[in-house]
Nanobody, 121 residues
């Protein structure tokens, strides 16, 4: 059993900053990659940023230069620092993990429940 829980969402004014956190727990052996995705009503879930176990990061063009992803895989944690936020950043943000479980070393992809981020103009 693996669980991911996001925190840090809320209401923020345009131009401000917010820091999201995600904690993974359960029968985790190795984390290969963790990331952040977001979704708004009526639209498909989209990638925001990912980071690998070797700390290689990838960002969507829409957030490049404004958001920073970081991870502490030894603690099963990933973070998203959101700076210079815009109203179009408003969405439910989901944490994602690609990992191997402990007992049979099975690879799987897991998702958190999401945290709401609302940017006011």
């Amino acid at each position: 059993q693996v669980q991911l829980v996001e925190s840090g969402g809320g209401l923020v004014q345009a131009g401000g900053s917010l820091r999201l956190s995600c904690a993974a727990s359960g029968s985790i052996s190795v984390i290969n990659e963790m990331g952040w995705y977001r979704q708004v009503p009526g639209k498909q879930r989209e990638l925001v940023a990912t980071i690998t176990s070797s700390a290689a990061a990838n960002y969507a063009d829409s957030v490049k230069g404004r958001f920073t992803i970081s991870g502490d895989f030894a603690k099963n944690m990933v973070y998203l620092q959101m700076n210079s936020v815009k109203p179009e950043d408003t969405a439910v943000y989901y944490c994602n993990a690609d990992l191997h479980t402990r007992n049979w070393f099975n690879r799987g992809v897991y998702w958190g429940q999401g945290t709401q981020v609302t940017v006011s103009s």
